[in-house]
């Protein structure tokens, strides 16, 4: 008799868990940063078409296999075949990746929340150096928003080969993190989360792959949501309804950005126009309030003409500004969230409560993502009788949350961002690709596509598409190998691996290379998931073997 | 820095001074006439007759010259006794201790008043003894720990009352599938025996075993 399952209370609540995983930090800060890139809304094309080719049939196919097995990722694959095991198992293994790095982020959140309560905001003026005549040095080369990010929230070191110590009040905020997320696990809650990754130059590859990661496919969270369905949930509707969702929401989240960036523009570009006209009436002795934007080009050249030997000395210190130069730079990531947005919120009215605003829709999305990431790790866990008979739920989450917990003080030290970097840009970009391949050839080639269709058939009582059948026998196969290959190339030629690092004496940021034992650790990260599979099915190869071996041949 | 500050015509102890009115008051600006140069004048001596040894200074003292559009202007206190211009420490201690009577006089700020050459204090950030983010971390950071405790408790409580529960038609299958019915927090209806929905006609436990 087989052992009762939790179920979702209606279809409402896991689809909305599924959104909520789908929807993460990824479509506000990744996203818009891409349509930019590649050519604004013309995106769309390439990021709509991998949607419908990719992201919907990957999906669905998660989906439907959590549902049809009942199990989380590992009993999922174990059961579509033993020798695929290690399937579930390098799932966990990347989950468990990002949910040690991922909610470094919402406790970065939480510090920019509990100080938005203050007036004027504390990234929106420059502290003041030890004499008191002036601010401080690195502050007035960058700006007061980058110095708050990296001295006063990251206390960031020179290199990631300087550790430094560990930040206590970034340690509490992670701390409290990592509370959130174990209180919202304790109730069960659903979550989803995302991660985006790195480019590549071509924007379709890029579009592929933000929808890929985009929809959290390869970590097992959707497994485990689905494994908790009624077995005559239509799954279908549910996959196509969470996708669309999840593509409108990055769409909206682009309008907004876009606006933000505008504003940001607009307003940098009016006050280094301020900037000049203040220099040249300065060194003019001009009338107070006689220069001013429109007629600032016509003074200038009859300054140049007038004044030449005076003119020429000050002409370095002008600056030439466009509104052009200020809309093109983009950023994403970290950089965009808590760099470019505090620098628009903190010139806007009522900037405490935009950026009260700000901060809890960013934490909403994190823990929202968290919670997904710790549903793939927990689900297997809990699903496993050796487990889950020695320690209730409570223990086993609460174990959970307080090793990834512990691990991620890590990111809490000096040059605990640079270590952020490479878990994001690396400890998930490939073994998720391989990850969701061999799903997709497992599924379609050893357990059968005719006996998964009549599996869905006999649990939804709905026939299968041909659509969906012909991308997960063929497009999205190949898509993903293209996808895996062109990653692989891009990794291989571009020799050794480099980073931005802060430096403080000059207010910007510098390229280095990683250190030997940095390379050995992205190393690390990428082997120890993908390597599962082959381990687990080369292991599960010799037990058997072994079994055969002692267990004589009934005659 | 201008380049003006390379042109001192009366030596180091003169300083430039530079006003930006229209910035400051917009429409209420007033013009720079020789009237407001008097004022200024006598703010000046005023500050210095604050200095000790200076009581004397004169508004004649005080010189003024060079005044531009922009508004700027350079001055500088002379000492006609000894025919010669006051040291620029003095001046500058005695402005620096009276810049706020000065630019009050002409409604403006250090922005708006500036003496080159002078730095201005800026004012210290409000520091409060306790951080404001500790204060609310500390908030939210209890909240939290207690909604974990209840939560904990809540669910060993209702785990305890499950295993104390009726045991006769319990067998230790179904006692399983009830702590895992709670385990969740997602209620697992058809199986929750506990609400005494068993179909007789269905399953009774001597018709577990297919009687012979």
Known sequence: MEKARPLWANPLQFVFACISYAVGLGNVWRFPYLCQMYGGGSFLVPYIIMLVVEGMPLLYLELAVGQRMRQGSIGAWRTISPYLGGVGLASVVVSFFLSTYYNIINAWAFWYLFHSFQDPLPWSVCPLNSNRTGYDEECEKASSTQYFWYRKTLNISPSIQDSGGVQWEQGLCLLLAWLVVYLCILRGTESTGKLEQLANPKAWINAATQIFFSLGLGFGSLIAFASYNQPSTDCQKHAIIVS??????????????????????????????????????????????????????????????????????VLPQIRNCSLESELATAVQGTGLSFIVYTEAIKNMAASQLWSVLYFFMLLMLGIGSMLGNTAAILTPLTDSKVISSHLPKEAISGLVCLVNCVIGLVFTMEAGNYWFDIFNDYAATLPLLLIVLVEIVAVCYVFGLRRFESDLKAMTGRTLNWYWKAMWAGVSPLLIISLFVFYLSDYILTGTLQYQAWDASQGQLVTKDYPLYALAIIGLLVASSTMCIPLVALGTFIVRCLKRGDTPPVA | MSLKENFKPYGENAFKVRLSIRTALGDNAYAWDTNEEYLFKAMVAFSMRKVPNRETTEISHVLVCNVTQRVSFWFVVTDPLKNHTLPAVEVQTAIRMNRNRINGAFFLNDQTLEFLKIPSTLAPPTDP????????????????????MLLILSGIRQRRRMSKGPTEVDDSEDKCENTITIENGIPCDPLDTKGGHINDAFMTEDERLTPL
């Open chain 2, 129 to 148: 003894s306790v951080p404001i983010w500790i204060i609310i971390f500390g908030v939210i950071f209890c909240i939290v720990i207690v909604a974990v």
């Open chain 1, 244 to 313: 669309l969702i999840n593509s409108s929401t990055s769409i909206f989240a682009s309008v907004v950005t876009f606006s933000i960036y505008g504003f940001k523009a607009t307003f940098n570009y009016e006050s280094c126009l301020n900037k000049v006209i203040l220099l040249l009436t300065n060194s003019f002795d001009l009338e107070d309030g006689f220069l001013t934007a429109s007629n600032l080009e016509q003074v200038k050249g009859y300054l140049a003409s007038a004044f030449p030997g005076k003119y020429s000395e």
